[in-house]
């Protein structure tokens, strides 16, 4: 059971190491507008996040 619980988190971490360096230019974006703001409205969001939506389903899966 436990080889195949670090198995599980193995693959996980690794999921989303893979994620976060796909849509690292995505969240830099985000970032730096939060750094300004602080905060952000769905449509600023959106705005930033533009033609990327493709990218917010592959994170939200």
Not at 33 to 57: N, Y
Request: aromatic share 2%.
């Amino acid at each position: 059971i436990d080889e195949e619980v670090k198995k599980l988190i193995d693959v996980g971490l690794e999921t989303a190491k893979a994620l976060l360096k796909k849509h690292r230019k995505l969240m830099d974006k985000v970032a730096e507008a939060l750094i300004v703001k602080e905060t952000l409205e769905g449509e600023e969001f959106e705005k930033i996040v533009g033609s990327s939506k493709a990218a917010l389903v592959t994170l939200k899966s």
